[in-house]
């Protein structure tokens, strides 16, 4: 089978196909002034979404959510265990008209062994702000893999970015964060061997697939 990896104009048509299923969020919640008045700082372990049985999935990790003065989210996360040299999308995700349920887990699987990111949603809910290294943080920016953390090439990611978003800065303390693309099948891309994205056909199920998830939910 030929290998296809993710290209710009895939990434444009999965940004868009999220945008269709309303998986932008707009949850609100009390901003809890822990340690200061100034500042709240909350800090999640990130355990795997997928069975063990789904290859290469188990990888592991921790977050810290700083919430500071005037708007700004500090945000890091610090992963291992993922697709060495390939691009993770993350997102800081939230529950807009109901309690956040938390990270799913290998029974949200649907059936067919895997949690897509449809699975996934009814339990971490909608966007609220995209990890990117650069430019936009918005859930337009959802799948803009050119401007996600690669991980080296043991498999590693160390993320840490500073930005303005009043969504994120107000959820801050109820966030859920997930890190996304697993490389099924070993072969250093993203392709289509394990299917298309439960969001589009023009991707790659393992570019869209959550890895890790965590937060106060858990």
């Not at 040299?85 to 895997?114: F, R, S, V």
């Not at 859930?139 to 969504?167: H, W």
Request: charged residues 15%; aromatic residues 4%; hydrophobic residues 40%.
């Amino acid at each position: 089978m030929r290998t296809r990896t993710v290209a710009s104009t895939t990434i444009a048509t999965v940004a868009a196909a999220i945008a269709s299923l309303g998986i932008a969020g707009s949850a609100t919640a009390a901003h809890d002034d822990n340690p200061s008045s100034k500042v709240g700082t909350y800090t999640y372990t990130l355990a795997p979404v997928q069975a063990d049985s789904v290859p290469n999935s188990q990888g592991w990790g921790s977050t810290r959510i700083t919430a500071l003065p005037n708007g700004k989210v500090q945000v890091q996360v610090r992963a291992s265990g993922l697709a060495p040299g390939l691009p993770h999308a993350m997102h800081l995700h939230g529950e807009t008209d109901m309690p956040d349920m938390g990270c799913p887990g290998p029974a949200a699987d649907g059936g067919d062994g895997i949690v897509s990111v449809v699975d996934g949603l009814p339990s971490y809910g909608g966007i609220l702000a995209s990890l990117t290294t650069t430019g936009d943080t918005t859930a337009a920016s959802a799948l803009a893999l050119d401007r996600y953390p690669v991980a080296d090439a043991t498999g590693r990611i160390s993320y840490t970015r500073t930005f303005v978003d009043e969504q994120a800065w107000a959820n801050a303390d109820t966030v859920q964060v997930v890190v996304h693309g697993i490389d099924i099948n070993g072969n250093g891309a993203y392709d289509f061997e394990a299917g298309p994205s439960s969001l589009t056909s023009a991707a790659p199920l393992e570019a869209t697939i959550p890895a890790l998830c965590g937060g106060i939910a858990n």
